[in-house]
């Protein structure tokens, strides 16, 4: 099997046994990948549990002195940063301040065509953030040149940096920019992105809780 064959092979099947054959590759596959995504997601707690409240605890500082969130990521990673703002601005308590850099399309293609992709995002940190404020990078290999400089920019100019990678942790865990740095150990790209979901909802709920906690008066 050759060519596009080889990529889909159930719309080439002939037979019933062929057709057969392809229905039970697809069920074992699947079982698989959701054995594999259970078993990765299972170990996070272990892993991250202390890193994820103590970095909640950065960010809900941060928001109760009156900072704000810069997510950023490419791709996929532009999806989870927007995923993850959208928690802290809608939560069940207060509403955070929290902005996806990648949303802002006309400062993204402006600084794409008249300097350069690689500075998408340290340029927008540069004109937004403010020292205190909160920069979260996402990226599957950690490796991103713009994601890195996003990162760089951040650490200089006095946020909290946090870090969401996968594999090793590639560059982004070599190059010490980040504060706080979950590295999900996989050399898959959709188990690591189903677990920097898990990671980032977890990171949300416990900002979000201890947001409100700062807020509650003092009754003693």
């Known amino acids: 099997m050759r060519g596009i064959e080889a990529l889909y092979p159930f719309l080439y099947?002939?037979?019933?046994?062929?057709?057969?054959?392809?229905?039970?590759?697809?069920?074992?596959?699947?079982?698989?990948k959701a054995d594999e995504a259970a078993a990765l997601r299972g170990g996070l707690a272990d892993a991250f549990a202390q890193a994820l409240a103590e970095c909640a605890r950065d960010l809900a500082a941060s928001f109760a002195a009156g900072g704000r969130l810069l997510a950023f990521g490419n791709g996929g990673?532009?999806?989870d940063a927007r995923?993850?703002?959208?928690?802290?601005?809608?939560?069940?308590?207060?509403?955070?301040?929290?902005?996806?850099?990648?949303?802002?399309?006309?400062?993204?293609?402006?600084?794409?065509?008249?300097?350069?992709?690689?500075?998408?995002?340290?340029?927008?940190?540069?004109?937004?953030?403010?020292p205190g404020d909160v920069a979260v990078a996402f990226s599957t290999s950690g490796g991103s040149p713009n994601?890195?400089?996003?990162?760089?920019?951040?650490?200089?100019?006095?946020?909290?940096?946090?870090g969401f990678a996968g594999y090793d942790g590639g560059a982004m865990a070599a190059s010490g920019l980040v504060r706080h740095l979950f590295v999900v150990p996989s050399d898959s790209v959709h188990r690591i992105q189903e677990a920097q979901t898990t990671l980032y909802h977890v990171l949300g709920e416990l900002t979000s809780a201890a947001v409100m906690g700062m807020d509650e008066p003092d009754t003693r």
């Open 83 to 130: 995923a993850f703002t959208g928690l802290l601005a809608s939560p069940g308590g207060r509403a955070l301040p929290a902005l996806a850099l990648a949303q802002d399309t006309a400062a993204l293609t402006a600084l794409a065509n008249d300097v350069g992709y690689e500075v998408v995002f340290s340029r927008q940190v540069a004109a937004l953030g403010r």
């Open 13 to 32: 099947a002939t037979g019933e046994d062929g057709a057969a054959a392809l229905l039970a590759d697809v069920e074992t596959s699947t079982a698989r």
């Open 147 to 162: 994601v890195l400089r996003g990162l760089d920019e951040a650490g200089r100019r006095g946020l909290v940096t946090v």
């Open 77 to 79: 990673s532009a999806t």
